[in-house]
Structures are given as structure tokens and as C-alpha cells.
């Protein structure tokens, strides 16, 4: 029953690892570039969060792993350094101040596009290589395609994920449907639009749906499928699921030298093939890194085409 399934679901808070980057700073300038290098010595991993200690302790020894096979490029150390939101990031690496960034592809293609940093590898975090998003919606509410949501409101994540706010809004976009942001599950939604607004965590997503507050939701395949209790898939219905993109992308910084950036490539690309490598891969919560199977262009090219049709709303 959906509202016995409600303290099931309230279980899955503290479960749902896969939420994209928590990012709500309004945009700002794209910063000048510079001909900045890295710091000498110093090889600087970047990462955006609120849990500034935690996220070091998982970071730091890929860091020193990798500073430990560069030193033929200068690099004797490596430096975590955590950024409190996605604007910030962007003006370090613009800077030159962050050499590495990982992320899932909407906040790393905001940054690539607004730096020119440059994505160079597929990160396997959690050990998925790849996700997409799902449209759900509860199987009583008489909601059966993406098209029967005209007129209603449904639940996104946040504006910078990819899985809860770019393949969503891109893959409504290209079927021709009029997806209109709203500022609560509460406002009127005209018959010709289907409003959306941000619930800001999957699992509030999940019990917005439950409820009723909205009538449909998003989440990535990965959190419905192994953190929604069975009983409550059940009750939901599955209106459509987004095509694959990689679940997080490896940026370089503008201007690194190609041969570090080279060895820097090749150092994590060969992590899962040593003892010691794998080690420090599972410290990072990753499997491994790989190339981007269709290759890079055709990849990025398909992943710009989805953030730029989200840019355009």
C-alpha cells in the first residue's frame, strides 16, 4: 500500500549516495582567463563540498598516488582542495589553482564551458560507469507517458544535477513538451506546460510522489533501483527513462602542459591494474577510469547538446 510504504521510504535518506553536486550560487561572469600553471611542486585536487574533512580523507590518496609517479613533471606532493560551491570552483580552475576536478556531467560541463577546462576520462564512481534518469509516477494516478503530464507538476532535484535536473528537462525538451519551472508543488500549472520544481534530495522526491504533493518524479536509475523498497516500486508506475551518460567526468585545467597531462591520463587509467592501485580506488569510492567507450568527441558532443538545450530554458 503507497502510504504504508512511506517509513520505508523515509529509510532510504541516509542511503541515497548518487545525489548530484549540491550547488544553489546564482551564476556569475565568466572569468578572464589566465596563463597560470600548476603551483610548483604541487599537483591540486578540487572538490565542491559541505563535509570539508570527510571529502579529503576519500581524496587525499588518490592524490598521493598519483603526485607519487610525476615527479619527472615537477610534481613532489599533491593538495586537496574543497571549494564551497560550484562558482567558486570555476574561478579556481580559471585560475589555475586546481589541476583535477570530478563530477557528474552537468557541473562538470558548467565548468568546462565557462574555463575551457578539458574532460579527459570516465570516473566509475561507486562502480557504475554510466546512469540515466527515470520518470515515475504513482500507478493510481491514471499517468501512463510523459506526455500525460501536461498540466501537472512533477518533481526535479536541483538545478545543477545531472540526473535530477539536465537528462530530465533535455529529454522533455526533445519530445516537444513544455517543461516550465515553478517555485513549489503548489502553483498553478497551465494545461499546456508541465511545471516542474526542485525537491533538492531524491528521497524527498520519492515522498513528494507517495504523497501526492506532486503527481510524478525523477530519480537515476541507480537509487530507484537499488534503494526504493521493492513494495514501493509496486506501486509506481515507470513513464520513461533518459538515454545513458556517464555517471562523472575527469576535467583537466586549461593550459596544463600536454605531457603532464598526458602521464596524469595514464596514471589513472592504469590504478585498477596494481594491488596498491586498487587500494586507493577503493579509498575513493571508485572501481576504475576509463576512456569514453564511443569516444571523446562523439561523447562530449551528445552531453553538450543535452546541457545546452538545458541552458536554453
Known amino acids: 500500500m503507497i502510504r504504508q510504504a512511506q517509513l520505508s521510504i523515509l529509510s532510504i535518506s541516509l542511503l541515497t549516495i548518487f545525489a548530484a553536486v549540491a550547488c544553489t550560487a546564482s551564476p556569475t561572469p565568466t572569468p578572464v582567463l589566465t596563463d ?25 590518496p588518490i592524490a598521493d598516488y598519483l603526485a607519487a ?8 606532493r599533491a ?23 570530478f563530477d557528474s556531467p552537468y557541473p562538470a560541463l558548467v565548468i568546462s564551458q565557462k574555463t575551457g577546462a578539458e574532460p579527459i576520462l570516465r570516473r566509475w564512481k561507486y562502480g557504475v560507469s554510466a546512469y540515466h534518469t527515470l520518470f515515475f509516477a504513482r500507478a493510481d494516478a491514471g499517468i501512463t507517458t510523459v506526455a500525460d503530464l501536461q ?9 545543477f544535477s545531472t540526473s535530477g535536473y539536465m537528462l530530465p528537462l533535455s529529454y522533455l525538451l526533445e519530445q516537444g513538451l513544455n ?35 506532486v503527481v510524478a518524479g525523477v530519480v537515476d ?24 551518460v556517464p555517471r562523472q567526468l575527469v576535467l583537466v585545467r586549461p593550459g596544463m602542459d600536454a605531457d603532464l597531462k598526458a602521464a596524469i591520463k ?25 576512456e569514453f567507450p ?6 562530449l558532443a551528445r552531453m553538450r547538446t543535452l546541457y545546452d538545450l538545458a541552458q536554453s530554458r
Open 69 to 76: 609517479q610525476l615527479g619527472d613533471y615537477g610534481i613532489s
Open 221 to 244: 536509475n541507480v537509487t530507484y533501483e537499488l534503494f526504493v523498497p521493492e513494495e514501493t516500486r509496486q506501486e509506481f508506475v515507470v513513464l520513461a527513462e533518459t538515454e545513458d
Open 179 to 213: 517543461p516550465v519551472s515553478k517555485e513549489s508543488p503548489e502553483v498553478t500549472v497551465a494545461a499546456d506546460e508541465i511545471g516542474y520544481t526542485f525537491s533538492t534530495a531524491d528521497n524527498t522526491t520519492i515522498q513528494w510522489v507517495v504523497s501526492g504533493r
Open 151 to 159: 498540466g501537472h507538476m512533477i518533481a526535479f532535484e536541483e538545478s
Open 294 to 299: 564511443e569516444g571523446a568527441d562523439a561523447a
Open 36 to 60: 597560470a600553471v600548476t603551483p610548483t611542486g604541487v599537483l591540486v585536487f578540487g572538490d565542491i563540498s559541505d563535509e570539508a574533512a570527510e571529502t579529503i580523507n576519500g581524496t587525499q
Open 79 to 101: 593538495e586537496v582542495k574543497i571549494a564551497p560551491d560550484l562558482d567558486t570552483m570555476v574561478q579556481w580552475i580559471a585560475d589555475g589553482e586546481v589541476d583535477l576536478y
Open 266 to 290: 595514464s596514471g589513472l587509467l592504469t590504478m585498477d591494474e596494481t594491488e596498491e592501485g586498487r587500494a586507493v580506488l577503493d579509498v575513493f569510492l571508485t572501481t576504475e577510469f576509463d
